[in-house]
């Protein structure tokens, strides 16, 4: 830890290790608010994201006093990212996926028709308020279907194009986005079981069975050998997926990029499937649910905790206009596309909550917001783990990039 004043501001500066511990401390943190203040609890608010805002709240008030401001080593973010995805990835058997593949087809169609619409809404009310459409390109699938990833790669090539402080603008919203979807999808997935009243339960034609998810091996109790072989399993994978990205990087194909959890994710789906099939190993469902649910919360908070919320203010009335056009937008096809496609069934409702990471924040925000409403109703869903990260992870890039690009040329 260090104390430094950089542009007369006093700053402190915590390191790796500060840095998670700090990390840690308030998802810690996340979890004890939420078991104790109902509201929380009731509209299922994942800790990760409590915890998160409550620190990037007050480094935003600290700083806007200029009190005190705070740098951050965030180094074990991608890591924990990634690990988190691969053991996503595990879950990926195509011989379960191939049963709930019809719900698969449809969400990621649903998936593919978002990226789209945002940008036309996007670029239409910037046209109807007379500022630069490429602006509205980045109020639209750049900032909220891609994150703050697309944000910082696609900012740069608009103001290339012509459009003037497009780089601020997608940052902007795509921490808008991350802060809508993060506090959306709980309540989104709670209101939908209240008012409808499905039986909470996973669907018969669900991706997993409780033949498939409650073995005799998943049973026993996880010991520190076990869990240890696990994480230098998934570490291996990990490995595995940083090669295949660097190598997809060297082959410097145009308007291509791999984002770094897509190589191990992919990766370990193709083991899971060789594993099904010629059963090298005796699998531990348990113990990968376990990895990758520390991944999920470390990965999470420190996204959260080191938002620039400041950078909000860098948005004039007709970007705020247009994101919160687009958040009625992504509520409207919560309600009236998802919850139906998927069923009206507790999965569908589940899926509805995760669908907050597809349309306005990111895939792990859609992964908390399922998992706290998971944990609240004490149900898993597994058919809506596999299908919301593959399709917002992986699959809808197939069309949200090649889309971007296009509105992108069109409107420059």
């Not at 709240?57 to 995805?85: E, H, K």
């Not at 058997?93 to 969400?107: E, N, P, T, V, Y």
């Not at 660097?246 to 770094?260: E, R, T």
């Not at 899971?272 to 520390?294: C, G, P, Q, S, Y």
Request: net charge neutral; with cysteine.
């Amino acid at each position: 830890m260090k104390f430094e004043t950089i542009d007369g501001l006093l700053t402190i500066q915590l390191g790796l290790v500060e840095t998670t511990m700090l990390a840690g401390a308030l998802l810690m943190l996340g979890y004890a608010l939420r078991h104790k203040i109902h509201f929380l609890e009731k509209f299922c608010i994942p800790a990760p994201v409590i915890g998160g805002l409550i620190f990037a709240l007050v480094a935003w008030g600290l700083r806007s006093f200029n009190i005190i401001a705070f740098s951050l080593d965030t180094t074990l973010q991608t890591p924990f990212m990634i690990a988190f995805f691969a053991c996503v990835g595990f879950s990926g058997s195509f011989a379960l996926l191939k049963r709930g593949g019809k719900a698969l087809i449809i969400f990621l169609f649903i998936c593919f028709g978002m990226a789209i619409v945002q940008n036309i809404v996007g670029v239409s009310l910037a046209k109807l308020m007379n500022i630069n459409p490429l602006l509205g390109v980045m109020a639209g699938a750049v900032s909220l279907t891609g994150g703050h990833g697309n944000a910082a790669a696609f900012g740069p090539s608009a103001e290339s194009l012509g459009a003037v402080g497009a780089e601020a603008v997608a940052v902007a919203a795509a921490t808008y986005g991350l802060i809508a979807g993060s506090l959306s999808g709980g309540p989104i997935g709670r209101y939908l079981i209240d008012r409808y009243k499905p039986p909470i339960k996973t669907s018969d034609d669900a991706l997993f069975t409780e033949e498939n998810t409650n073995t005799k091996a998943e049973k026993q109790m996880i010991d520190a050998f076990t869990l240890m072989k696990y994480m230098t399993f998934v570490g291996v994978f990990m490995v595995i997926g940083n090669l295949a990205v660097n190598w997809v990087a060297s082959l410097n194909i145009k308007n291509f990029a791999l984002p770094a959890y897509v190589g191990a994710m992919f990766a370990a789906i193709i083991f899971r499937n060789l594993n099904d099939t010629f059963k090298l190993m005796d699998f531990r469902e348990d113990a990968i649910d376990l990895i990758k649910e520390v991944g999920l919360g470390f990965f999470l908070t420190m996204a959260i905790m080191t938002l620039r919320i400041w950078d909000l203010a860098s948005l004039a009335g007709p970007l705020i206009i247009i994101l919160l056009v687009q958040t009625v937008v992504v509520l409207f096809v919560i309600r009236f596309i998802v919850w139906p496609a998927m069923g009206k069934d507790y999965d569908a409702a589940v899926i509805a909550a995760g669908f907050s990471g597809v349309g306005l924040g990111v895939t792990a925000t859609g992964v908390a917001s399922m998992s706290s409403v998971t944990e609240h109703f004490n149900q898993p869903s597994p058919k809506a783990l596999i299908i919301v990260p593959l399709c917002n992870a992986v699959f809808i890039d197939i069309v949200a990039i090649p889309a971007i690009l296009w509105f992108l040329q069109t409107f420059a």
